[in-house]
């Protein structure tokens, strides 16, 4: 638990992180997994002053962002849930969300294994997620005491990625917008719907005054380390896509880039999610720049 500014409290084991903005009233951005919201409501167990939870705000609908809504709903039944219009048709889909939560019971068995959690999560006891509120660019979601979340939308790395900018403490909730950053300090790129529209959320994300970069996974970027941050994150995009390219053109198979790519970029955090969704995964990148050749 440590406090990003005094209206920002992040929460969370680094893998995933979970921030609590307001000090009465409050939205929790990002959702994260089953195993995560465990995780947190342990943390929140703790906590001396605990605000009023008034949102659950899930910033894409990958399965490590959306999975834990079912648990967190359980610990603030009144609390809204906010997504993007694309993320709440794709989590009222029964057959999609089925898919989501089999990947999350892999996360929860792998961090029982590891000794990251005691025992497995409670069963999400859902069929879909429901999603109460649809928002998107320019959307404000106001939190009392002059505390405003504007809404930004930020494509690139999935159809339905938003981040969130609370301008008071000028704080940015960036999702994977910008990449994942590892122990290593080395950005894994995401650009799994588009390569050009990821890499113009980032360029748009750094226009925007901000003092913490509020990733979902890792170390939070923190004044003068902010900037380097996005430049890397545009770095490694670059790199990523030249070298997915030259390996195409040398007439390399997609299945051992792939493969590559996995051992390069899966890791830390990344490394207890399911083999062969992260390979998968790797397959999008690798679309992602065949589409711009």
């Not at 009023?52 to 894409?60: E, F």
């Given at each position: 638990?440590?406090r990003?500014?005094?209206?920002?409290?992040?929460?969370?084991?680094?893998?995933?992180?979970?921030?609590?903005?307001?000090?009465?009233?409050?939205?929790?951005?990002?959702?994260?997994?089953?195993?995560?919201?465990?995780?947190?409501?342990?943390?929140?167990?703790e906590?001396?002053?605990?605000?009023?939870?008034?949102?659950?705000?899930?910033?894409?609908?990958h399965?490590?962002?959306?999975?834990?809504?079912?648990?967190?709903?359980?610990?603030?039944p009144?609390?809204?849930?906010?997504?993007?219009?694309?993320?709440?048709?794709?989590?009222g889909?029964?057959?999609?969300?089925?898919?989501?939560?089999?990947?999350?019971?892999?996360?929860?068995?792998?961090?029982?294994?590891?000794?990251?959690?005691?025992?497995?999560?409670?069963?999400?006891?859902?069929?879909?997620?429901?999603?109460?509120?649809?928002?998107?660019?320019?959307?404000?979601?106001?939190?009392?005491?002059?505390?405003k979340?504007?809404?930004?939308?930020?494509?690139?790395?999935?159809?339905?990625?938003?981040?969130?900018?609370?301008?008071?403490?000028?704080l940015?909730?960036?999702?994977?917008?910008?990449?994942?950053?590892?122990?290593?300090?080395?950005?894994?790129?995401?650009?799994?719907?588009?390569?050009?529209?990821?890499?113009?959320?980032?360029?748009?994300?750094?226009?925007?005054?901000?003092?913490?970069?509020?990733?979902?996974?890792?170390?939070?970027?923190?004044?003068?380390?902010?900037?380097?941050?996005?430049?890397?994150?545009?770095?490694?995009?670059?790199?990523?896509?030249?070298?997915?390219?030259?390996?195409?053109?040398?007439?390399?198979?997609?299945?051992?880039?792939?493969?590559?790519?996995?051992?390069?970029?899966?890791?830390?955090?990344?490394?207890?999610?399911?083999?062969d969704?992260?390979?998968?995964?790797?397959?999008?990148?690798?679309?992602?720049?065949?589409?711009?050749?």
């Open positions: 638990m440590k990003l500014s005094d209206n920002v409290m992040l929460l969370g084991n680094g893998y995933f992180n979970y921030y609590v903005v307001g000090q009465k009233e409050a939205a929790l951005v990002e959702c994260g997994t089953s195993a995560g919201a465990a995780i947190l409501a342990r943390q929140w167990a906590l001396e002053n605990q605000p009023d939870i008034k949102y659950l705000i899930a910033l894409h609908s399965f490590d962002h959306a999975c834990g809504i079912p648990a967190l709903k359980r610990m603030f009144e609390a809204l849930v906010a997504a993007s219009k694309t993320g709440q048709k794709l989590l889909k029964d057959r999609i969300v089925k898919g989501l939560f089999d990947y999350d019971q892999v996360v929860s068995d792998n961090y029982i294994q590891s000794g990251l959690l005691d025992e497995k999560p409670e069963p999400p006891g859902v069929e879909i997620i429901a999603v109460d509120i649809a928002v998107g660019n320019g959307d404000i979601i106001e939190l009392g005491e002059g505390l979340l504007e809404v930004i939308d930020a494509p690139g790395h999935s159809i339905c990625s938003i981040a969130a900018y609370l301008g008071k403490d000028q940015m909730f960036i999702s994977d917008a910008a990449g994942i950053q590892g122990a290593d300090k080395q950005i894994s790129p995401v650009f799994f719907q588009d390569y050009d529209l990821y890499v113009n959320t980032i360029k748009k994300l750094m226009l925007y005054p901000t003092r913490a970069a509020g990733v979902a996974h890792g170390d939070i970027p923190v004044g003068a380390e902010v900037k380097p941050f996005y430049n890397e994150s545009l770095a490694a995009a670059v790199y990523c896509f030249d070298l997915i390219k030259n390996k195409l053109d040398e007439g390399i198979e997609e299945k051992v880039i792939a493969a590559e790519l996995y051992d390069r970029f899966i890791k830390d955090g990344l490394s207890y999610y399911p083999v969704m992260m390979t998968g995964a790797m397959s999008l990148l690798i679309e992602s720049v065949k589409r711009k050749l």
